[in-house]
């Protein structure tokens, strides 16, 4: 029964079975409100040496509160206040933390900074722009990006350049607040590239610092990636720092963020992509790895300098493959073994 803890989930009572006293005396109080409230006799519960027996009704009067109805014995506790709560009109908590969440993504907005991102960002028919503030100096190198976006700029003083970036910042004059960008779900975009060549995807896993992520942006760019794929979480977000570092990229090489890169690569696996693992203690070179996949759709997966690929990442991966080192120190950040790796995998062998 709803609200009555006087009987623990998962009891379960049938007629003929007897419980002591003390567990349905709020029982019988309870069933007799309701019978006041709906104008019916007071159920009769019979008494014997301390117990009680008596059935439990199979539907009762919902109160002015909601629903009051008696239920399962056993049934969850969560089920039962959000049925409840829809049954009185209000939403379950999850759909309004669903909800807030939705309108908060929604309102979000960055800023881009540095001539490069925001020219970009200001030919880019599918960014959204809410506010533009530029130095006269920069207005004027960006007027023909100006005029076309439709924008009205802020002309502000160098000295006091008035957008919240970090003091560090080199804006070079020139600042654009933006929504992020929406570029659509994973197989349309890894599938939906030019046809004459196997598509081409670089996963990153736990990549963090914006400026690899953003040159890695760039060199997918250059050779012809479909796009770069991160997790929603443990990654570098779409930011300034990232924009200007990919130095213009951002605006067309698809950022997707996904919440689980393994399900992603499942994914992959299931439209036709050989998932290749960049690991330095490989035993398989990349030239090795592509001289049979070359006609495939490929995915490189890369992790951060240090921690590499996690191990559900790695045992993911159809192949771990490595760069090979002419010298014994072989190592290159994930940004730089993006570049090599995309080089490779874009560059026929006769």
């Known amino acids: 029964m709803v609200g009555d803890p006087g009987i623990e989930p998962g009891v379960r009572l049938r007629e003929g079975v007897t419980v002591p006293c003390h567990t349905l005396r709020p029982v019988a109080q309870r069933m007799r409100d309701y019978a006041g409230r709906a104008g019916a006799s007071t159920p009769k519960l019979e008494a014997g040496d301390g117990n009680l027996a008596a059935p439990l009704a199979p539907s009762l009067p919902p109160t002015r509160r909601g629903v009051d109805r008696a ?16 049954m ?30 925001v020219r970009d960002a200001l030919q880019n028919p599918a960014r959204t ?14 007027s023909d990006a100006i005029s076309a976006s439709g924008m009205e700029p802020e002309i502000a003083d160098p000295r006091k350049f008035p957008v919240p970036l970090d003091p560090g910042s080199v804006h070079q004059g020139a ?7 929406s570029w659509g779900p994973v197989a349309e975009v890894c599938l939906g590239g030019p046809t004459d060549r ?11 610092d914006p400026h690899n992520v953003g040159a890695v942006l760039r060199s ?6 479909a796009a770069v794929i991160a997790t ?3 990654a570098a ?22 919440r689980n890169l393994a399900d992603t690569m499942e994914e992959l696996r299931a439209m036709g992509f050989a998932l290749l693992g960049l690991d330095g203690e490989a035993e398989v070179t990349l030239d090795d790895a592509l001289a049979a996949r070359r006609d495939r759709p490929l995915a490189l997966v890369m992790g951060a300098e240090g921690p590499g690929l996690r191990d559900k990442t790695k045992a993911t991966c159809d192949l771990l493959v490595k760069v090979p080192f002419a010298r014994a120190f072989g190592s290159l950040n994930v940004s730089n073994a993006a570049a090599v790796a995309l080089y490779a995998c874009r560059t026929p062998k006769g």
Not at 75 to 86: H, N, S, T
Not at 175 to 181: G, H, N, S, W
Not at 237 to 258: D, H, I, N
């Open 129 to 142: 722009r809410v506010r533009l503030v530029v130095t006269r100096n920069a207005a004027d190198k960006l």
């Open 71 to 86: 239920v399962p014995l056993g049934y969850p506790r969560a089920l039962i206040r959000a049925k409840g709560q829809v």
């Open 88 to 117: 009185a009109g209000k939403k379950p908590t999850w759909v309004i933390d669903k909800e807030r969440a939705k309108r908060a993504a929604a309102a979000q907005t960055l800023w881009l900074f540095g001539l490069h991102a």
């Open 220 to 225: 997918a760019e250059v050779f012809g990636a």
């Open 175 to 181: 600042a654009l607040e933006v929504k992020p960008l």
């Open 237 to 258: 977000p779409e930011t300034g720092a990232l924009a200007k570092t990919a130095s213009g990229a951002l605006e067309r090489q698809p950022y997707l963020r996904v």
């Open 198 to 208: 196997p598509p081409l995807v670089v996963l990153l896993d736990r990549v963090t």
């Open 232 to 234: 929603a979480r443990s």
